[in-house]
């Protein structure tokens, strides 16, 4: 795992919910210097620590420690979702009636 990219989605996160490093050191409690540790790639969070700047960057663990989780448990949809969302909202509304009906006859 390259620390440099653990710290590069961290600044990611804490540039797109609009805060300084000071901001995120203030809302988990880490020091500024920590941040700017995390950040540079100089070290990697511990798990306290991790944990702390994920519930502040409103994201997973996983998504700060990696590009993607290879193998995930979750059925993927294929990119059903996103053409559902893309469709006028009376198609949608239809087709989320139809999965509902499917879900419950399921089980």
């Known amino acids: 795992m390259e ?8 600044k990611e996160y804490r540039l797109a919910n609009k ?22 790639g100089k070290r990697l969070p511990a798990l306290e620590p991790l944990v702390l700047l994920s519930n502040a ?3 997973s663990t996983d998504t700060l420690l990696c590009d993607y989780v290879e193998n995930q448990n979750k059925p993927s949809n294929n990119g059903i979702m996103e053409r559902v969302n893309n469709l006028p909202e009376k198609e949608q509304e239809r087709i989320l009636k139809i999965m509902d009906a499917l879900v419950s006859a399921a089980g």
């Open 19 to 40: 805060m300084t490093q000071v901001m995120l050191a203030e809302k988990t409690g880490l020091s500024e210097m920590a941040i700017y540790s995390y950040e540079t």
């Open 57 to 59: 960057l409103n994201v």
């Open 3 to 10: 620390y440099s990219m653990v710290g590069k989605r961290i």
